[in-house]
């Protein structure tokens, strides 16, 4: 009966709490809580679970993770950019196109313009109670409104768990204030509404507003509560959510490599609801009608007016999408300060990202990914631009932070000898937290790229940096940050200024493609301080021959043909002496020695595979 309904919505939201074993008499204990009594069913909960040992792990492991300042500032970001696009550009183009749809149809019209100013004239009250609610989250660890970002339930008892949480504490904080937020502003919007469709004049539907939005009835509590929980991205799991917390429940170790799923989930939904996927789908199953009809297509015109514009940016030469799929590519684009997913300020010479600012960045970024494709496409091949679609897409998605670890321990399974080694230092750097990373972020100028596990963890640790080898760009030379890059770093929003020469823009104007040197040279495998040496002269060498070439007089009269021909000859013939000097320094003995015994000089990390194996088994 009804008990039942309750116990099976409670399991759903205990599932997305990383779930328990669900009793028969369980069941009829969670039957028996009123279904808004989020409190009382959370200490209840945290009373029936037993956290394991593997649950504490992995709440101290995930508050490290989210300890960074610039988590909280992108997840407050995106959270108040979605409420302002749900709340004013939906709400009041919903309205234009319901009175379009009354008018054609002869039926009462039940979307209204005026719901987006109700919107604001609740903000003033959504503002106090999330604060309010917010300081009382931070100290009761219990949300209002039901589901939370990190799926699971506290694991680490007394003091010196709210200590490890307070990251969490923070994001749970965070979300239910614009939960609040958005309570208050959409209760007042949905109060308009019912004002407007009881055929009140303009002043009365605020007096009759200002009424319901005091005494709301209880649809009109839960339409509000359901409308915070999905400008935060955490409705209820769906059946493709809750498999995959099955999943992950059932492969120890899963919780490390995917730590998120119903919040992402929500995020790529909300995003191509905006595509017109909700749209279609609702047509699809015959649910839209009236007032929902409007609300879809009000959604779908919103997103696509931001794709459409970020089609028209990329044209402009404002906003990149992901780059060029080809590592040489990004590689010389990286030299000079690009940054994929950016808006590139005219006139400013700096770079400012926005791929972070879900679900937005989804849409801007597919605008202008497509963008990017159409202009890298041969025109024969054009025609086959829907077949590339799905291309377009998964690339956009598969850089996304939320669905990175996912992604990186894929390609680490499917080929470790290539990619293995590197994902096992990205997990051993997951040991220091995020915040301290992000500190030595700032206060580092020079950007280090680990070779080891150890140093994995040193790169992350503010001082013991520079014990971690230098990352080097194309031509060998040290990879460094601007005052300015390393004083917006705790921003929301990455931030890069352009840099280069003439060289490095004519490397990039022709799509010379500029290859890293292999770390094999005649069958002989380079120490990693050989092979850092070789990259360092070969990069050196080759600038100063491609130097010489674009400042020869009658350069600018060459063919483009031709000025690839020498900028490619001068790499290799850079390459070629750096490769002689590095054999010299090896030796004759030592050369002959690799040569015979096929032996690798002494490493700090091998052996990925069999480690990868284990963890795909």
Do not use: C
């Amino acid at each position: 009966g009804e008990g039942a309904l309750e116990a099976k919505s409670y399991k759903r939201l205990i599932d997305s709490l990383g779930g328990i074993e669900i009793t028969g008499e369980l069941a009829r204990r969670l039957a028996a809580f009123d279904p808004a009594a989020i409190r009382q069913l959370n200490a209840f909960v945290r009373e029936a679970v037993k956290p394991s040992m593997r649950d504490k792990i992995f709440e101290a492991w995930i508050s490290a993770l989210l300890s960074g300042p610039k988590t909280h500032a992108v997840n407050m970001s995106s959270n108040a950019l979605v409420g302002f696009e749900r709340a004013v550009p939906e709400r009041a183009l919903a309205g234009v196109i319901d009175a379009v749809r009354s008018a054609l149809t002869g039926t009462p019209q039940e979307r209204f313009v005026g719901e987006a100013w109700a919107e604001l004239y609740g903000l003033k009250r959504g503002l106090i109670d999330g604060f309010r609610i917010a300081g009382e989250v931070w100290d009761t660890e219990t949300p209002q409104f039901g589901m939370r970002q990190v799926e699971r339930m506290p694991a680490i008892g007394g003091k010196a768990g709210q200590a490890v949480r307070m990251p969490l504490r923070a994001l749970l904080a965070e979300d239910e204030f614009f939960k609040a937020v958005a309570y208050r502003t959409s209760l007042h919007a949905l109060a308009y509404r019912q004002a407007a469709r009881e055929g009140r004049t303009a002043d009365a539907r605020i007096d009759r507003m200002v009424e319901l939005a005091e005494a709301p009835s209880p649809d009109l509590i839960e339409a509000a509560r359901q409308e915070a929980r999905l400008r935060t991205f955490t409705t209820e799991p769906g059946a493709v959510a809750r498999a995959a917390f099955q999943v992950r429940r059932a492969v120890p170790g899963l919780e490390f490599i995917v730590p998120f799923i119903n919040t992402p989930l929500n995020i790529v939904k909300y995003a191509f609801d905006r595509m017109g996927a909700g749209l279609v789908r609702g047509l699809v199953r015959g649910e839209l009608k009236g007032g929902e009809l409007s609300e879809e297509i009000a959604k779908t015109a919103v997103g696509t007016t931001l794709f459409l514009g970020a089609v028209s940016l990329a044209a402009s030469g404002y906003l990149t999408g992901g780059g060029p799929s080809d590592p040489r590519e990004r590689a010389t684009l990286r030299a000079v300060g690009w940054l994929p997913y950016a808006f590139r300020l005219p006139g400013a010479d700096v770079y400012v990202g926005y791929g972070r600012l879900e679900p937005l960045g989804i849409l801007m970024g597919l605008g202008a990914d497509a963008f990017e494709t159409w202009e890298t496409l041969d025109s024969d091949k054009r025609a086959d631009i829907l077949r590339r679609a799905h291309q377009v897409v998964a690339e956009n998605l598969g850089n996304k932070t939320f669905l990175r670890g996912l992604k990186d321990a894929s390609r680490a399974i499917a080929d470790p000898e290539r990619y293995g080694r590197w994902w096992l230092q990205g997990m051993a750097g997951t040991v220091v937290p995020t915040g301290v990373a992000q500190i030595a972020q700032v206060t580092e100028e020079t950007v280090r790229r680990p070779e080891t596990p150890g140093q994995a963890i040193l790169a992350r640790i503010p001082g013991a940096a520079r014990f971690v080898p230098e990352a080097l760009d194309v031509w060998g030379r040290p990879i460094t940050r601007t005052a300015l890059e390393r004083g917006t770093r705790m921003l929301p929003v990455d931030i890069s200024e352009r840099r280069g020469d003439k060289l490095d823009y004519e490397v990039i104007r022709l799509g010379v493609r500029i290859s890293r040197p292999r770390r094999i040279i005649g069958n002989i495998e380079l120490s990693d301080d050989e092979y850092r040496r070789y990259l360092q002269e070969a990069g050196q060498e080759a600038r100063k021959r491609a130097d010489r070439i674009v400042a020869r007089t009658g350069y600018g009269l060459l063919r483009d043909e031709t000025k690839v021909d020498l900028l490619e000859d001068a790499v290799r013939d850079g390459y070629r002496i750096a490769r002689g000097r590095i054999l010299r320094s090896v030796g004759p003995e030592e050369r002959r020695r690799r040569r015979e015994e096929g032996k690798r000089p002494p490493t700090p990390i091998s052996g990925a595979r069999p480690v990868l194996e284990e963890v795909a088994r």
